[in-house]
Antibody, heavy 117, light 110 residues
Protein backbone atom coordinates (compact mmCIF):
# COMPACT_ATOMS: atom_id res chain seq x y z
CA UNK A 1 0.00 0.00 0.00
CA UNK A 2 1.43 3.32 -1.08
CA UNK A 3 1.90 5.89 1.66
CA UNK A 4 3.00 9.48 1.32
CA UNK A 5 4.12 11.48 4.34
CA UNK A 6 4.79 15.21 4.18
CA UNK A 7 7.07 16.92 6.67
CA UNK A 8 8.57 20.34 7.27
CA UNK A 9 8.26 23.53 9.32
CA UNK A 10 4.73 24.54 10.16
CA UNK A 11 5.64 28.21 10.37
CA UNK A 12 7.65 30.25 7.86
CA UNK A 13 8.43 33.96 7.96
CA UNK A 14 7.41 36.26 5.09
CA UNK A 15 10.04 36.59 2.34
CA UNK A 16 11.71 33.33 3.41
CA UNK A 17 11.73 29.97 1.60
CA UNK A 18 9.21 27.25 2.41
CA UNK A 19 10.82 23.78 2.30
CA UNK A 20 8.86 20.53 2.52
CA UNK A 21 9.73 16.87 2.09
CA UNK A 22 7.52 13.95 1.16
CA UNK A 23 8.59 10.39 1.96
CA UNK A 24 7.22 7.62 -0.25
CA UNK A 25 6.77 4.11 1.09
CA UNK A 26 5.15 0.95 -0.22
CA UNK A 27 5.75 1.70 -3.88
CA UNK A 28 8.43 2.46 -6.41
CA UNK A 29 9.19 6.02 -7.49
CA UNK A 30 9.74 4.76 -11.02
CA UNK A 31 7.05 5.04 -13.71
CA UNK A 32 5.10 7.77 -11.95
CA UNK A 33 4.94 11.51 -11.74
CA UNK A 34 4.88 13.17 -8.33
CA UNK A 35 2.99 16.38 -7.64
CA UNK A 36 2.54 18.98 -4.94
CA UNK A 37 -0.93 20.47 -4.46
CA UNK A 38 -1.97 23.06 -1.90
CA UNK A 39 -5.19 24.22 -0.30
CA UNK A 40 -5.49 27.52 1.57
CA UNK A 41 -7.70 27.30 4.68
CA UNK A 42 -11.34 27.12 3.65
CA UNK A 43 -10.52 27.31 -0.06
CA UNK A 44 -10.07 25.05 -3.06
CA UNK A 45 -7.19 23.04 -4.49
CA UNK A 46 -4.28 24.48 -6.47
CA UNK A 47 -1.75 22.38 -8.37
CA UNK A 48 1.81 23.59 -7.70
CA UNK A 49 3.85 21.36 -10.00
CA UNK A 50 5.12 17.88 -10.76
CA UNK A 51 8.33 15.98 -11.31
CA UNK A 52 8.72 12.76 -13.28
CA UNK A 53 10.84 9.78 -12.28
CA UNK A 54 13.53 11.00 -14.67
CA UNK A 55 13.52 14.48 -13.19
CA UNK A 56 11.40 16.33 -15.72
CA UNK A 57 9.51 19.15 -14.01
CA UNK A 58 6.45 21.24 -14.85
CA UNK A 59 5.19 24.06 -12.69
CA UNK A 60 2.00 26.10 -12.36
CA UNK A 61 2.69 29.27 -14.37
CA UNK A 62 1.43 31.41 -11.49
CA UNK A 63 4.12 29.98 -9.17
CA UNK A 64 6.84 29.02 -11.64
CA UNK A 65 9.28 31.78 -10.73
CA UNK A 66 9.31 30.74 -7.06
CA UNK A 67 8.99 26.92 -7.15
CA UNK A 68 11.53 24.11 -7.26
CA UNK A 69 10.53 20.45 -7.03
CA UNK A 70 13.16 17.76 -6.79
CA UNK A 71 13.35 14.00 -6.32
CA UNK A 72 15.84 11.89 -4.36
CA UNK A 73 15.45 8.41 -5.81
CA UNK A 74 17.76 6.75 -3.27
CA UNK A 75 15.80 8.11 -0.33
CA UNK A 76 12.42 7.88 -2.11
CA UNK A 77 11.78 11.49 -1.17
CA UNK A 78 10.12 14.34 -3.01
CA UNK A 79 10.85 17.92 -2.01
CA UNK A 80 9.25 21.31 -2.53
CA UNK A 81 10.86 24.71 -2.21
CA UNK A 82 8.80 27.88 -2.54
CA UNK A 83 10.72 31.12 -2.24
CA UNK A 84 9.71 34.65 -1.20
CA UNK A 85 6.60 33.47 0.61
CA UNK A 86 3.79 35.76 1.72
CA UNK A 87 0.65 35.23 3.77
CA UNK A 88 -1.07 34.12 0.56
CA UNK A 89 1.10 30.98 0.62
CA UNK A 90 -0.45 29.83 3.90
CA UNK A 91 -2.04 26.50 3.06
CA UNK A 92 -2.22 22.77 3.56
CA UNK A 93 0.40 21.26 1.27
CA UNK A 94 -0.22 17.79 -0.17
CA UNK A 95 2.20 15.39 -1.79
CA UNK A 96 0.45 13.27 -4.44
CA UNK A 97 1.32 10.47 -6.82
CA UNK A 98 0.29 11.33 -10.35
CA UNK A 99 -0.61 8.67 -12.91
CA UNK A 100 0.86 10.17 -16.11
CA UNK A 101 -1.36 13.11 -17.07
CA UNK A 102 -4.39 11.21 -15.89
CA UNK A 103 -5.19 11.42 -12.18
CA UNK A 104 -3.86 11.91 -8.64
CA UNK A 105 -3.80 8.90 -6.33
CA UNK A 106 -2.99 8.52 -3.51
CA UNK A 107 -2.66 11.74 -1.55
CA UNK A 108 -0.55 12.32 1.52
CA UNK A 109 -2.30 13.50 4.67
CA UNK A 110 -0.97 17.01 4.10
CA UNK A 111 1.03 19.43 6.19
CA UNK A 112 -0.16 22.88 7.20
CA UNK A 113 2.26 25.73 6.58
CA UNK A 114 1.54 29.16 8.00
CA UNK A 115 3.39 32.22 6.76
CA UNK A 116 3.64 34.75 9.55
CA UNK A 117 6.22 36.84 11.32
CA UNK B 1 -11.58 32.23 -9.92
CA UNK B 2 -11.19 28.57 -10.84
CA UNK B 3 -10.67 27.45 -14.43
CA UNK B 4 -13.32 24.75 -14.02
CA UNK B 5 -16.71 25.90 -12.78
CA UNK B 6 -18.67 24.01 -10.13
CA UNK B 7 -21.68 25.07 -8.08
CA UNK B 8 -20.47 26.05 -4.59
CA UNK B 9 -23.09 23.94 -2.88
CA UNK B 10 -25.50 21.06 -3.36
CA UNK B 11 -27.85 19.23 -1.05
CA UNK B 12 -30.18 16.30 -0.82
CA UNK B 13 -31.99 14.05 1.60
CA UNK B 14 -30.96 10.48 2.39
CA UNK B 15 -31.79 8.14 -0.47
CA UNK B 16 -32.01 10.90 -3.06
CA UNK B 17 -29.93 11.28 -6.21
CA UNK B 18 -27.74 14.37 -6.49
CA UNK B 19 -25.66 15.61 -9.41
CA UNK B 20 -22.74 18.03 -9.38
CA UNK B 21 -21.68 19.74 -12.58
CA UNK B 22 -18.24 20.81 -13.76
CA UNK B 23 -17.90 23.15 -16.71
CA UNK B 24 -14.69 23.78 -18.60
CA UNK B 25 -13.44 24.51 -22.11
CA UNK B 26 -11.89 22.87 -25.14
CA UNK B 27 -8.40 23.20 -23.64
CA UNK B 28 -9.25 21.07 -20.61
CA UNK B 29 -12.41 18.98 -20.31
CA UNK B 30 -12.99 19.10 -24.05
CA UNK B 31 -9.63 17.45 -24.71
CA UNK B 32 -8.79 15.42 -21.61
CA UNK B 33 -10.44 13.08 -19.15
CA UNK B 34 -12.02 14.37 -15.95
CA UNK B 35 -11.37 13.16 -12.43
CA UNK B 36 -13.39 13.73 -9.28
CA UNK B 37 -12.04 13.92 -5.74
CA UNK B 38 -13.93 13.62 -2.49
CA UNK B 39 -12.69 15.49 0.57
CA UNK B 40 -14.34 14.45 3.80
CA UNK B 41 -14.19 17.03 6.63
CA UNK B 42 -10.69 17.38 8.04
CA UNK B 43 -9.11 14.89 5.67
CA UNK B 44 -7.07 14.87 2.47
CA UNK B 45 -8.86 14.56 -0.87
CA UNK B 46 -9.37 11.06 -2.23
CA UNK B 47 -9.75 9.90 -5.83
CA UNK B 48 -13.43 9.16 -6.41
CA UNK B 49 -13.81 8.93 -10.19
CA UNK B 50 -11.05 8.78 -12.81
CA UNK B 51 -11.06 8.85 -16.61
CA UNK B 52 -14.53 10.43 -16.67
CA UNK B 53 -16.48 7.45 -15.36
CA UNK B 54 -14.22 4.86 -13.74
CA UNK B 55 -14.38 4.00 -10.06
CA UNK B 56 -11.26 3.01 -8.11
CA UNK B 57 -11.49 -0.16 -6.12
CA UNK B 58 -13.53 0.39 -2.97
CA UNK B 59 -15.66 3.26 -4.26
CA UNK B 60 -19.36 2.30 -4.12
CA UNK B 61 -21.27 2.11 -7.40
CA UNK B 62 -23.60 4.79 -6.01
CA UNK B 63 -21.01 7.20 -7.40
CA UNK B 64 -20.87 7.68 -11.16
CA UNK B 65 -19.30 10.15 -13.55
CA UNK B 66 -20.00 11.29 -17.08
CA UNK B 67 -18.61 13.73 -19.59
CA UNK B 68 -20.07 15.46 -22.64
CA UNK B 69 -18.19 18.04 -24.65
CA UNK B 70 -16.69 20.58 -22.29
CA UNK B 71 -18.74 19.58 -19.23
CA UNK B 72 -18.72 16.74 -16.77
CA UNK B 73 -21.01 15.55 -14.00
CA UNK B 74 -20.76 13.55 -10.83
CA UNK B 75 -23.89 11.71 -9.72
CA UNK B 76 -24.47 10.25 -6.29
CA UNK B 77 -27.47 7.99 -5.89
CA UNK B 78 -28.91 6.60 -2.66
CA UNK B 79 -27.47 9.56 -0.78
CA UNK B 80 -26.07 8.75 2.66
CA UNK B 81 -25.00 10.98 5.53
CA UNK B 82 -21.38 9.90 5.09
CA UNK B 83 -21.39 11.41 1.59
CA UNK B 84 -21.36 14.86 3.15
CA UNK B 85 -18.09 16.28 1.84
CA UNK B 86 -16.48 18.66 -0.63
CA UNK B 87 -16.22 17.40 -4.21
CA UNK B 88 -13.68 18.66 -6.74
CA UNK B 89 -13.37 18.05 -10.46
CA UNK B 90 -9.99 18.24 -12.20
CA UNK B 91 -8.50 17.95 -15.66
CA UNK B 92 -5.29 18.65 -17.53
CA UNK B 93 -5.29 21.99 -19.38
CA UNK B 94 -3.36 22.50 -22.61
CA UNK B 95 -3.40 26.30 -22.49
CA UNK B 96 -1.91 26.43 -19.00
CA UNK B 97 0.14 23.27 -19.54
CA UNK B 98 -0.92 22.17 -16.08
CA UNK B 99 -3.67 20.75 -13.92
CA UNK B 100 -6.78 22.76 -13.20
CA UNK B 101 -9.43 22.19 -10.55
CA UNK B 102 -13.00 23.25 -10.01
CA UNK B 103 -13.67 25.48 -7.04
CA UNK B 104 -15.31 22.62 -5.18
CA UNK B 105 -18.91 21.78 -4.28
CA UNK B 106 -19.94 21.35 -0.68
CA UNK B 107 -22.52 18.59 -0.46
CA UNK B 108 -24.91 18.69 2.48
CA UNK B 109 -27.10 15.74 3.38
CA UNK B 110 -30.23 17.19 4.97
Amino acid sequence: QVQLQESGPGLVKPSETLSLTCSVSGASIISYYWSWIRQPPGKGLEWIGYISDIGRTNYNPSLKSRVTISLDMSKKQLSLKLSSVTAADTAMYYCVRQQDLLWFDPWGQGTLVTVSS
Amino acid sequence: QSVLTQPPSASGTPGQRVTISCSGSTSNIGSYTVNWYQQLPGTAPKLLIYSNNQRPSGVPDRFSGSKSGTSASLAISGLRSEDEADYYCAAWDDSLNGWVFGGGTKLTVL
